[in-house]
């Protein structure tokens, strides 16, 4: 079999050099034009996987390979030069530049013209650019979000990582921003997400990953584990 595009493999690790390992064999993997989403209880480890993927945190065993290279050892801000796009959760905006100057940021790396890429993060999101001379942390908490996403958009990346979009928006906001993310895998951008709207997410997941306690407990497309009755009797409320 042809290797993922982008793959954290048997990842085992913790923060800092003696604290305990939270991550045990923990294997996620995404593909060109996929949606894969790492659901589980609180305390599972979901955005540690993320972040492990991304380089936030050391590995004591396992590997993460971006289009075939081992990036193991290398620093998020290497993995950014590479192809990799983040969105954390918390944070992710300069709430006191304008919508415009977010997104000029996210192209730091970038020494071609922005120019085209910035029309394609304003046709995606055209929120942004009605309110592209306001200030970030004016916006709503969408909106905010879309920012930060279109942020990580700037750097034209090679896979987009998104640690708990949609955390603290309404229903129908969610629904908006799952609708772009959508969209965004479909131009063969692979998009890793994780996602506390369980249910919600696998429905749009090509690829899904239960974790518990740091470990893999289900694999399968969305559909598959919206099906399966132990995902929804333990993660989806039966």
Known sequence: MAEAFLIGENMTGGYGKSG??????????????????????NGAGKSTAMKAVFGMLSLRRGAVRLDGED????????????????????QNIFASMSVEENLEMGAFIREDDIGETMEQVYDLFPILRDKRRQAAGELSGGQR???????????????????????????IVMDELFDRIIEIARTGLPVLMVEQNARQALAIADKGYVLVQGANAHTGTGKELLADPDVRRSFLGG
């Open 20 to 41: 305990p390992d939270i991550l045990h064999d923990c294997t996620v993997a995404v593909e060109p034009g996929e949606i894969a989403v790492i659901v589980g209880p």
């Open 71 to 90: 990036i193991t050892a290398l620093s998020p801000q290497e993995r950014v030069r590479k192809g990799m796009g983040f969105v954390p959760q918390n």
């Open 145 to 171: 979000q879309q920012v930060a996403v279109g942020r990580a958009l700037m750097t034209k990346p090679k896979v987009l990582m998104l640690d708990e979009p949609t955390a603290g928006v309404s229903p």
